[in-house]
């Protein structure tokens, strides 16, 4: 991640707060398979953003 930049920040204090909605679903509310997905989808924002392709 290159600091200072403000796009990568954000989308890393996102991929925090997805790390914990996912936690929350999956051990309070026992949702699997939605947690699994909201998990991979936000945090790909910053795998794609360190992909060399960009």
Do not use: C, W
Request: no cysteine.
């Amino acid at each position: 991640m290159i600091e200072g930049n403000v796009i990568s920040v954000k989308s890393k204090t996102f991929a925090v707060r997805i790390v914990k909605l996912y936690k929350h679903l999956n051990d309070i509310k026992h949702e699997y398979v939605m947690s699994k997905q909201v998990l991979r989808s936000g945090t790909s924002i910053g795998a794609n953003l360190l992909s060399p392709n960009s």
